[in-house]
């Protein structure tokens, strides 16, 4: 098989849970054993970062890379989902794992993955460890996939636990309270291996202590000392200070990733990459300014408030539950505009009431569906638009709903804002071209 007919069997042939839901879930790590026995265990002995929450993952994952990456040593990273090419998910350096690779390996170990039958996760973890092996990385910044617990990349005993922050998304598989989902997260947890936790509340800091001390875990909370004070006279980028009880622990941190869900992020980033520092890894404080500064180029994060058009305004962003939308309509409604349009598709397993009750009411809404079993019929969205007596119109495809919203936009003075999954993101033609550009000839 070549590349593309070995992607295309390992899509058709085994579940993927961003595609297809529920039916994809595998409660257990039997399988991802199976497959490290298979593979020569690859996870034992890799030095690594394991990384859960409900919000920020990515964006921490990639960061705490590219720190790593500055820093001199070779970085592999796992994250989920992709948005254009399967390999974006398995990274060294920021370079995709290759074409051949890929190739090579389900080759080589077809007929014994047709016999486990795994899912679409658990073989893409079996393929990123089993590459960071064989590439000697020096360390490896893994991203669970949904939970942390059962999630198939638990089988790793890594260096250091982040866990980002706990709010309601996959309740159907990880509880519908705040201390369920955090006991779910809190599986990553290891014995005698620090953990930071990121946002703590009432709710969930008593469930992660409970874990950790039964782990003799030390814990950190990154809330509790740091803060992320920006500089509001810096508009293109994200600028500004961590401060260690209100003094500076590292200056003039300038990030191109502009969310504003990024200062809680960055605040995540620091106090993760002092505990690496703490257990032996050289990570100065200019090393995490450069990391941060160059995320982008090093990783090609992409997605994450993505501003892929001036004139006029086109932002994409990957938020798809209840805190991250929140989050990002927020900063929305901060900005200057005239007429506000927003393309929006959802996934089948969303709370679409509640989801639909942050919608700003002074907009223009684009419903759509994206090319994936999972994805919200529209009608769903125009009965819950109707309710609201919120302005729309829906299409059938995602591109022909950015298309409208791109001929009614004012160039000079109109925003068009495309969300609510990462679907819907990864079908926004601008943003493929973005990515096009930057992955000519990668093989």
């Known amino acids: 098989m070549n590349y593309k007919q070995t992607v295309d069997w390992i899509f058709e042939k085994l579940p ?6 529920a039916p994809a879930y595998k409660a257990d790590l039997k399988n991802t054993l199976l497959l490290m026995e298979m593979t020569g265990n690859p996870h034992l002995g890799l030095k690594c970062v394991h990384i859960a929450g409900t919000n920020g993952k990515g964006s921490v994952s990639h960061m705490i890379a590219s720190v790593l990456q500055e820093s001199g ?3 592999g990273l796992y994250t989920s989902p992709h948005l254009f090419d399967y390999r974006e998910r398995i990274r060294i350096n920021g370079s995709k794992i290759s074409q051949k690779y890929v190739t090579d390996f389900v080759k080589t170990y077809k007929k014994k993955i047709e016999s486990i039958q795994p899912s679409f996760f658990e073989i893409s973890v079996a393929l990123a460890l089993c590459w960071f092996r064989d590439e000697q990385v020096d360390i490896a910044v893994i991203e669970t996939g949904m939970g942390g617990r059962l999630d198939s990349t638990n089988v790793i005993t890594p260096m250091l636990s982040v866990i980002t922050n706990i709010s309601a998304d996959h309740t159907m598989f990880l509880g519908n309270t705040p201390e369920q989902i955090a006991f779910e997260k809190a599986g990553i947890i290891k014995n005698e291996i620090p953990v930071v936790i990121g946002e703590t509340d009432i709710k969930t800091l008593p469930v992660f202590r409970k874990v950790a001390n039964e782990k003799n875990a030390p814990l950190k909370r990154a809330d509790k000392y740091l803060l992320f004070l920006k500089n509001d006279a810096v508009h293109d980028c994200l600028s500004g200070n961590v401060l260690y009880q209100g003094k500076n622990k590292i200056a003039n941190i300038s990030c191109p990733l502009t969310g504003e869900y990024q200062k809680k992020n960055i605040v995540t980033v620091v106090k993760a990459l002092q505990v690496l520092n703490k257990i032996g890894f050289p990570v100065t404080r200019n090393k995490i300014r450069d990391g941060i500064c160059n995320v982008i180029s090093n990783t090609s994060l ?14 994409c962003d990957v938020a798809h539950n209840i805190s991250g939308l929140e989050t990002v309509f927020q900063q929305l409604m901060s900005l200057s505009f005239s007429n506000l349009h927003i393309i929006l598709g ?5 709370n679409t009431e509640e989801l639909f009750g942050l919608l700003p009411q002074n907009a223009q809404y684009y419903f759509c569906k994206a090319d994936v079993p999972r994805a919200l019929d529209v009608s769903a969205m125009c009965e819950q638009a109707d309710k609201l007596k919120l302005k729309f119109t829906s299409y059938p495809t995602v591109k022909k709903a950015f298309a409208a919203a791109l001929k009614n936009a004012n160039k000079e003075n109109d925003l068009i804002f495309c969300g ?5 993101v990864a079908e926004i033609p601008l943003l493929q071209s973005k990515y096009s550009e930057l992955h000519v000839n990668d093989h």
């Open 16 to 21: 993927m849970y961003q595609r297809i839901g």
């Open 73 to 75: 040593l070779k970085t």
């Open 302 to 315: 992409m997605g994450r408030w993505d501003i892929v058009s001036s004139k006029p305004k086109v932002i």
């Open 346 to 350: 959802m996934n089948n397993d969303k």
């Open 420 to 424: 609510g999954s990462t679907f819907v």
